[in-house]
């Protein structure tokens, strides 16, 4: 959202000091999904059957810690918290993340009660589908793939990690194609209550998803824009005789404004668009 609005200026070709806020994002970024990246390391060990949670620790803090700044040390936990085995300096703070059971999540395993009623059906070609799983029985029979992974047999499967990566491509692909509005949900206390505003809660929320940094930019840009022939239409009263006088859209528009007695500083004119 940061870089999109400040892109917006220099199309328009609107004088505008870069503020970075949104490029601080792509260490974190690159730390999950680059190659040898979090992400990457889990869609690795997930394929090797001796891998453990220990391995996949090991690999992560031999190929992150001391080299990418976002990855750092767990913090010491709180009485009745789990201890984290790393954690990430994300936008919105430090998060320290447990791994255990990361493996076999992964490989996103069938319910054994599921698998067994679908041995006991009457469709014969689940039965034979799962005939090699050994469900609640835990009996052996082959390999699916992992305990109850997706996918054929004997061959590679999808992982929850690499669907979510295949679903996470499509879906920027989508807004790349189009121009996004932003909905964000604020929680107003942890009540559950109605006509309660949770002050710090509220303000904690916003700060954290961007918002306020959102807000920051647009107090020192121009976020309302519209283009000139919208612009003559609805403000040509505010000084028609220099409209219709003037065949130059974008001067005409600069005429209008001019008019009001506006600071310049207050607005802009863009190669398409009057910007304030």
């Known amino acids: 959202m940061f870089v999109l609005e400040q892109e917006e200026y220099t199309r328009e070709g609107i004088e505008w000091a870069f503020i970075d806020f949104g490029m601080d994002l792509a260490a974190c970024i690159e730390l999950i999904e680059k190659p040898m990246g979090i992400l990457s390391i889990l869609e690795e060990e997930s394929m090797f059957p001796k891998a453990t949670d220990k391995t996949f620790e090991d690999k992560l803090i031999t190929n992150h810690l001391g080299k990418s700044p976002n990855f750092r040390k767990p913090a010491v936990p709180k009485p009745g918290q789990q201890a984290g085995h790393f954690a990430i300096a994300h936008y919105a703070g430090c998060v320290s993340y447990n791994i255990t059971g990361w493996l076999e999540k992964n490989k996103?395993?069938?319910n054994d009660t599921v698998v067994d009623q679908y041995k006991k059906g009457t469709n014969k070609l689940l039965c034979e589908i799962f005939a090699d799983h050994p469900g609640q029985s835990g009996a052996p029979g082959g390999d699916a793939g992992g305990?109850?992974?997706?996918?054929?047999?004997?061959?590679?499967?999808?992982t929850v990690s690499s669907s979510y990566k295949e679903q996470l491509n499509n879906l920027m692909t989508t807004l790349k194609s189009t121009q996004p509005h932003f909905v964000r949900c604020i929680i107003p206390n942890e009540l559950k209550q109605p006509?309660?505003?949770?002050?710090?809660?509220?303000?904690?929320?916003?700060?954290?998803?961007?918002?306020?940094?959102?807000?920051?930019i647009c107090r020192k840009g121009f976020p309302n824009r519209m283009n000139y022939p919208d612009f003559k239409l609805r403000y040509k009263i505010l000084n028609p005789a220099a409209v219709?006088?003037?065949?130059?859209?974008?001067?005409a528009a600069g005429l209008v404004l001019e008019s009001t007695g506006l600071d310049p500083d207050m607005y802009r004119l863009g190669h398409t668009k009057a910007c304030s």
């Open 147 to 158: 305990k109850g992974g997706r996918g054929k047999k004997g061959g590679g499967f999808a």
């Open 108 to 110: 996103d395993p069938l």
């Open 195 to 216: 006509g309660v505003i949770d002050s710090h809660l509220v303000m904690h929320q916003l700060t954290c998803n961007g918002v306020l940094e959102g807000i920051r």
């Open 244 to 251: 219709d006088r003037e065949s130059d859209i974008l001067k």
